[in-house]
């Protein structure tokens, strides 16, 4: 072989490696891209599973928070009023039996009347006293506005 036939061996092998390098560059980039794009979904995925879990747990704590103050078994039912009557005592005690009575007499077909909507819990803790004095914030955070259209409430007031 002459250095002629050698150079152009030389150059043809260079050139070669040349290309081989270009496409496996391309390639390179291709697996990155694709490796970038696959991180990218598994982070926006375990995101959305962080976030859906963190949804979950807030509505499990919502739910723990009412089912301590409110009864379960209540439920409104469309094209009637649904009213919550709650009788307290003069020792600050559920008076079931008087409402009862307010219950029933004010029962109809367009009215549905619970008077056992609420636990004692939550007049022990002071959600009755907060509401009786006007606020309205526990109506809120209980969520009641969206499943009774009233709140009727009676004090037997404390003999001094």
Avoid at 37 to 45: D, F, K, V, Y
Avoid at 71 to 80: D, E, I, L, Q, Y
Avoid at 141 to 156: E, I
Wanted: a neutral charge; hydrophobic letters at 40%; proline letters at 2%.
């Amino acid at each position: 072989m002459d250095k002629s036939e050698s150079n152009h061996a030389t150059t043809f092998i260079v050139f070669f490696a040349v290309i081989a390098l270009a496409i496996n560059s391309v390639r390179f980039r291709e697996i990155y891209s694709e490796r970038e794009t696959q991180r990218s979904s598994q982070l926006a995925e375990q995101n959305q599973a962080q976030a859906q879990s963190a949804i979950q747990d807030a509505a499990a704590k919502h739910a723990q928070y009412v089912a301590q103050y409110v009864n379960p078994g209540f439920s409104k039912r469309p094209g009637t009023q649904s009213l919550a009557l709650l009788v307290v005592n003069q020792n600050g005690k559920l008076d079931s039996q008087v409402a009862y009575v307010i219950a029933a007499h004010f029962k109809s077909e367009n009215v549905a009347v619970s008077s056992s909507f609420f636990t004692a819990k939550f007049i022990s803790d002071n959600l009755f006293n907060k509401i009786f004095d006007g606020s309205t914030d526990i109506l809120n955070q209980l969520g009641l506005t969206n499943s009774l259209d009233g709140f009727c409430w009676r004090a037997r007031p404390c003999n001094s």
